[in-house]
């Protein structure tokens, strides 16, 4: 039984005043049942909800929190940032900022051109957009290339055989995207050699990009092999084709930095999200001055945004980017992330779980679960349907002890530097419990 009557009764109230009740589709709980929470307060690892109470929170926003919630460097940034104007529609010094940041992290670290310059927008969905766009004004070429189940954002054209919030819905591309718009984008699957091979054979010479997650992490976490990655970088330049890597989600994730460069595989783009912004809107387009020039007002290729480039926004990015190079994060977030795999494998002993229906892959501070007997995947086909299944009463089960993953089977688990190795621990022992005795699905 739930005992979330305030959040019960504030969603009853928002699906008379919003579609579905919400903002964004996977928080409508539809995928693993029960009434969306709604929270009130955040601080360190930890959130409050509308009734009172209180979870360890391992899904962060979906990622930026990479520091935790309410970060006390970030949010005396943002007061102080706040307190002289929300917004201004025009130049601040603050774009300097953040821009000479990401593009000292991005210095030197792979084999391609110097990423001198940086456009700020507000998400990375419109990040991706304006890589498209600039791809194809560069190469005055029409055709994108992305990879079944890699989830770019909600522009029209990457809704083909998307996932994230797409496969949550069990399905992979969405209405109201017109055939002409799809028709201009390719879709492969990952991990495959000759479908790799076969797409630049025969479209190449109009292909304007291909778009990727260096390790894809939007729906499952799907690392790829470097050869083929590699492979990937080489028919892109043999056939004039850029290379945009999106790391929306694992740029300042896993490495200050990009972690293309951190696998020594060089993008002509990089788009950035989420972490950068600290928690708040901020997305960005990183790359070599010869492309970024080509951008409206220097070239002819037009971006804008009202609110590109807000104020407190870049401060909460600062701080953040400031943390993360100051306070050894990285290191501790690895150690975090042992502790975990140490205590689900020794938890799943202690309670008989060998036979049990879980696997799991990590990468740093990400996780995801496969709820499957079978081989961990490296392509979204590959993904066992029913883990999504599976993955619902987990859900519940750990949403009642305090513990809030993503309401997905398909998305990862966060953690954060605010996270402490004792509730890392009680996580996977969890996990572990409840997968050798909640459900029949998990055994």
């Not at 774009?95 to 051109?113: C, N, W, Y």
């Not at 029209?156 to 209405?175: E, P, Q, R």
């Not at 690895?334 to 202690?350: H, I, K």
Request: glycine share 12%; net charge negative; aromatic share 6%.
């Amino acid at each position: 039984m739930e005992t979330r009557p305030n959040s019960a009764a504030l969603f009853a109230r928002a699906r008379a005043l919003m579609p579905g009740g919400v903002s964004s589709p996977v928080r409508a709980f539809r995928s693993v049942g029960g009434t969306p929470i709604y929270f009130e307060r955040a601080s360190g690892s930890r959130f409050w909800d509308a009734d009172g109470n209180e979870f360890v929170d391992f899904c962060l926003s979906w990622g930026p929190l990479i520091l935790g919630h309410a970060h006390p460097r970030v949010v005396q940034a943002v007061q102080e940032t706040a307190a002289d104007g929300l917004s201004f529609g025009a130049c601040c010094a603050g774009e300097l900022e953040l821009a000479s940041r990401i593009i000292d992290a991005f210095a030197g670290a792979a084999p391609r051109p110097a990423f001198d310059q940086v456009r700020f927008v507000s998400s990375g969905t419109e990040a991706v957009m304006t890589a498209l766009r600039l791809a194809r004004g560069a190469t005055s070429r029409p055709l994108v290339l992305k990879f079944d189940g890699g989830y770019h954002g909600h522009s029209d054209s990457l809704l083909v055989k998307a996932g994230s919030g797409l496969a949550t819905l069990g399905t992979s591309s969405s209405l109201g995207v017109s055939p002409a718009v799809a028709a201009d984008t390719l879709v492969i699957p990952l991990d495959d050699d000759e479908a790799l091979e076969n797409v630049f054979r025969e479209h190449g010479a109009r292909l304007a990009a291909a778009i990727i997650e260096p390790l894809p992490a939007n729906n499952g976490l799907l690392p790829q092999r470097q050869e083929w990655l590699a492979r990937l970088r080489a028919l892109c330049t043999k056939h004039g084709a850029l290379l945009i890597f999106d790391e929306v989600i694992t740029g300042f994730r896993l490495a200050y930095g990009g972690y293309g460069d951190s696998l020594g595989i060089g993008a002509d783009l990089v788009t950035l999200g989420k972490i950068i912004g600290g928690g708040m809107p901020v997305g960005a387009l990183v790359g070599p001055r010869d492309l970024m020039e080509q951008l409206a007002p220097e070239g002819g290729v037009y971006q804008a945004g009202t609110l590109s480039g807000n104020p407190v926004g870049l401060a909460a990015g600062c701080a953040t980017l400031d943390c993360l190079a100051e306070e050894d994060a990285y290191a501790k977030l690895e150690t975090l992330g042992r502790v975990f795999d140490r205590s689900l494998g020794d938890s799943l002993a202690e309670f008989g779980g060998g036979e049990a229906a879980l696997a799991w892959r990590r990468e740093g501070s990400l996780i995801w679960l496969h709820l499957s007997r079978g081989s961990l995947p490296r392509a979204a086909g590959a993904i066992d349907p029913a883990s999504a299944e599976r993955y619902a009463p987990l859900h519940r089960a750990l949403l009642a002890g305090g513990q809030y993953l993503a309401p997905s089977a398909y998305e990862v688990t966060f953690l954060s530097t605010a996270h402490s190795p004792e509730e890392v621990h009680a996580l996977a022992r969890s996990i572990a419990r409840h997968a050798t005795t909640l459900d029949p699905l998990l055994t």
